[in-house]
């Protein structure tokens, strides 16, 4: 049970806040008595320096304080319990955390570091951490948050501990044990918002756009000045600065369906989907190596129920994923596994290259040779998370293969992995995106206008982008087995001189200025009347241009 608490609510309002939440609290700790016991043992054990055990018997009303009936309860006041230093240990870290303290002087955080009050952590981006409380509650903070120990102390030997802590931005994960006793206190303040909790699994976040609370077990009563709701299992609340009106209960979203989410990943950059959540306007992605998610590995927002998780080593994770409603309350946590195995190891992708182009709708690709593979597998898919590849093998020998039926332009992505002799496939490599455009092909190869002219015969196409050149061919074989003419020139024509008569074959292809060069059309055929053997045979010849 939890109880959520407003910086400046009015008493009456809190107090039936509180009673809604948590019994009344007591001024009171109350201690059982156990055989043997006395005043004088227990004052010495509980009591702080300067109150005696004697104002411990007037206040029980106790006539013998040597003998105390066992069971029976022995009151003592708050004001009057011991009190200790308490620490906060981190119990878990991944990235860069600073710890600042009291006094002002920082240090990188390092896991097994205790901190006492005054201290202040500061995650940054991709960090997370873990603190464990004297009590035994956990806290996670998140990435690019800012958390201030304001008060940790410790109620002697009752096992009461007080803990108050500030979150000025960012992100927290609480498990909160229950927490007994009336000077058992877990606070957390915000700039607009203020929780004291006595028991449960709860997240709080806090920035520019506010306060919001998200309860998963447990009930919370949050306030935000005069305003307030009592929050059960399942539903969260946004508490936003300046805002008068009503603070209302809204039901967290349902967790999303991990189901189809494969144990086994086939590529160190998983590619993760999932049903889409009615409602959601987006989703949070956790990923850890801890099965509480107790440090991060990955902290990951997306739009759309998919994702594409960053290069992750080999070995065993841990998925979070939460729907994420339109006023950014976290919905209702699923959770499943997933392993990556680290060999064979892939190889390293050449070409097509990351962000490249290819002229060619039948791209060739190349990689490198991986020290454990006897064969390769690949894959190539209009999409990232490779539903539905357009191309596959897994028999590839060598570094390359030649993707087997055309490709219409557009865009695409291509990944490779290793399988070693005993046949065991391990994951991909990285996903290249690549974009196919293919140079227009060049079909209309004319005679020019003036015909044969003294210094030859000239052919003329249309140009291309500028800064193309062109490879032109002519072949008595429509196979182009033997080449008359194989030329690249500058401009999109060519003058051919002493050109026997007879039945010719052309075609021509663009080189582009990166050296690409497209593919051939269909080559055209052309047949030359005898009198143009000659150079110069005059304007009014018969030529005949056919197409394949």
Sequence with gaps: MTFVRGVGIRA?????????????????????????????????????????????????????????????????????????????????????????????????????????????????????????????????????????????????????????????????????????????????????????????????????????????????????????????????????????????????????????????????????????????????????RHADFAALTADLATNDPRLAAPALEPGQYHLRVTAVDAQGLEGREAETAFRIEGHPVPPYAVAPAAGGQVRQNRPALRWTQAPEAHRYRYEVADNPEFRAPIAQGDDVRGEAITVPEPLAPGAYYWRVGSIDAQGKKGPFGDAIEFTVRPLDPIDDIDLDKDGARADGITFHWRAGQPGQRYRFQMSRSPSFERLRVDEVVERPEITLPKIAGGTWYLRAQAIDTDGEVGEFAPAQKIKLPCRLCRVGAGAGALLILLSL
């Design 12 to 288: 009456g309002l809190l107090l039936a806040l509180a009673s809604a939440c948590v019994p009344a609290f007591a001024e009171d700790w109350v201690y059982r008595v156990r055989p043997g016991d006395t005043l004088w043992d227990l004052g010495g054990a509980y009591l702080k320096p300067g109150v005696d055990w004697h104002r411990l018997q007037q206040h029980n009303r106790i006539t013998d304080p040597y003998r105390l009936a066992p069971g029976s309860r022995l009151r003592i006041p708050l004001t009057w319990l011991r009190q200790q230093p308490a620490q906060a240990r981190v119990i878990a870290l991944v990235g860069k955390a600073t710890a600042v303290t009291s006094s002002g002087a920082e240090r990188p955080v390092n896991e097994g570091m205790e901190l006492g009050s005054g201290s202040r952590l500061l995650t940054a981006l991709g960090a997370s951490l873990s603190l464990q409380f004297a009590d035994g509650s956990r806290l996670r903070l998140r990435e690019g948050s800012e958390l201030v120990l304001d008060r940790l102390t410790r109620y002697g030997r009752t096992g009461m501990v007080d803990t108050h802590l500030r979150l000025q931005r960012g992100r927290i994960n609480n498990e909160v044990r229950h927490l007994r006793g009336p000077g058992a206190q877990f606070i957390v303040d915000t700039p607009t918002a203020s929780s004291a909790v006595r028991g449960t699994r709860f997240r709080i976040s806090t920035g520019e756009q506010g306060t919001r609370a998200e309860v998963l077990d447990g009930r919370v009563a949050v306030s935000a000045g005069v305003r307030a709701a009592l929050l059960k299992p399942g539903f969260g609340a946004h508490a936003q600065a300046g805002d008068a009106g009503p603070l209302r209960p809204v039901v967290l979203l349902p967790a999303p369906d991990l189901a189809s989410i494969a144990a086994e990943q086939d590529s160190v950059r998983p590619q993760f989907a999932w049903p889409a959540v009615a409602g959601a306007s987006g989703y949070r992605v956790l990923i850890s």
